[in-house]
């Protein structure tokens, strides 16, 4: 069984579309997060969200919205699509928040074309 | 704020030689670090962490780091790397104002035959 599971793997898509990308974990964990990497693989932290409660990144743009529907899934959506969003998005875990290390999925390499 | 530097963006190195990863820290709180590695058009995978207790960690692979307070770094180290060690290598602390993690920007190694 995958631990942190992401949907889709690719995703090419047009400027100015809308599109979202799934997470799940089934390690029982109560902290999801979403990272972006970017072109040169830095690591960025875009969203967490613990036990209900997300916590906002606020220079990542209004256009990203992320869903939680339970404990062990946290969607990213996103609208308006721009050719600079171009990245490979993770989703990763953690027991908790702080302290402790996080689990990522394979992560899903968005093209904006 | 905690943050982490990696002092080398690429480390090329032969089959079996040494090999050492910088990684230095800053933080003003406890210390929780770890090392992540990713493997081409794959998630990150957790390599070893040090949460407490002694100093020097190891991993299944061959690898270890020790964490050093006083020159505030958590250096990774191989005594003989093999060509599938070729990866990205992330040093992270623990601690965002999320409760993530932080990471550096990350060291390419590539192992030559």
């Known amino acids: 069984d995958t631990a942190v599971s992401q949907t889709p793997k690719y995703l090419v898509t047009q400027m100015g579309n809308d599109k979202s990308i799934k997470c799940e974990q089934n390690l029982g964990h109560d902290t999801m997060y979403w990272y972006k990497q970017d072109s040169k693989k830095f690591l960025k932290i875009m969203f967490s969200y613990n036990n209900k409660e997300l916590i906002i990144n606020e220079t990542v743009p209004n256009r990203f919205s992320p869903k939680s529907p339970d404990k062990a899934h946290l969607n990213l959506h996103i609208n308006s699509l721009e050719l600079g969003d171009s990245a490979v998005y993770f989703c990763?875990?953690?027991?908790?928040?702080?302290?402790?290390?996080?689990?990522f999925g394979q992560g899903t390499r968005l093209t904006v074309v | 704020a905690q943050s982490v530097t990696q002092l080398d963006s690429q480390v090329p190195v032969f089959e079996e030689a040494p090999v050492e990863l910088r990684c230095n820290y800053s933080?003003?709180?406890?210390?929780?670090l770890f090392w992540y590695v990713q493997y081409p058009n794959q998630g990150l995978q957790l390599l070893l962490k040090?949460?407490?207790?002694?100093?020097l960690v190891e991993s299944i692979n061959g690898f270890e780091a020790e964490f050093n307070k006083s020159q505030t770094s958590f250096h990774l180290r191989k005594p003989s790397v093999h060509i599938s060690d070729t990866a990205e290598y992330f040093c992270?602390?623990?601690?965002?104002?999320?409760?993530?993690?932080?990471f550096g920007k990350g060291t390419k190694l590539s192992v030559k035959p």
């Open positions: 933080s003003s709180v406890s210390v929780y």
């Open positions: 990763a875990s953690s027991y908790n928040r702080g302290g402790t290390e996080a689990f």
């Open positions: 992270a602390v623990a601690g965002g104002s999320q409760g993530n993690l932080i």
């Open positions: 040090y949460l407490s207790g002694s100093t």
